[in-house]
């Protein structure tokens, strides 16, 4: 008899992701601007993650400032910081920049050039 172990990934309640939309070749959905209408200029809390066994993309559970939950793919998110908050997002503005602020996003041709 086989015995099925579901794994399961344990995700800091503390961290917060940003929006940072992939468009390149097989650019995943739903588009996390255009489609889930988040908004580039807040701060999201991860409140769980999804991984369906037909794909090898990620999800992660996500609301949006209409409060709407969303599963957006981890190819349209970056780690942004470990917040201790009860908010589902925040505004950047309103958060001490980051030690790496500015630091420079790698598209795809630039990792191959």
């Not at 579901?6 to 961290?15: F, V, Y």
């Not at 925040?90 to 598209?107: A, C, F, M």
């Given at each position: 008899?086989?015995?099925?172990?579901?794994?399961?990934?344990?995700?800091?309640?503390?961290?917060?992701?940003?929006?940072?939309?992939?468009?390149?070749?097989?650019?995943?959905?739903?588009?996390?601007?255009?489609?889930?209408?988040?908004?580039?200029e807040?701060?999201?809390?991860?409140?769980?993650?999804?991984?369906?066994?037909?794909?090898?993309?990620?999800?992660?559970?996500l609301?949006?400032?209409?409060?709407?939950?969303?599963?957006?793919?981890?190819?349209?998110?970056?780690?942004?910081?470990?917040?201790?908050?009860?908010?589902?997002?925040?505004?950047?503005?309103?958060?001490?920049?980051?030690?790496?602020?500015?630091?420079?996003?790698?598209?795809?041709?630039?990792?191959?050039?």
């Amino acid at each position: 008899m086989a015995l099925l172990v579901a794994a399961a990934m344990d995700i800091n309640p503390r961290l917060f992701v940003e929006i940072h939309p992939y468009d390149g070749p097989h650019s995943p959905h739903p588009h996390p601007i255009n489609e889930g209408h988040f908004d580039p200029e807040y701060v999201y809390k991860v409140l769980g993650m999804y991984n369906p066994s037909e794909t090898s993309e990620c999800y992660f559970v996500l609301s949006n400032t209409q409060r709407q939950i969303w599963f957006i793919p981890q190819r349209h998110l970056l780690a942004y910081r470990l917040i201790d908050s009860e908010e589902f997002f925040l505004p950047k503005k309103e958060i001490e920049p980051r030690r790496h602020e500015g630091t420079k996003i790698l598209s795809t041709a630039d990792k191959r050039g």
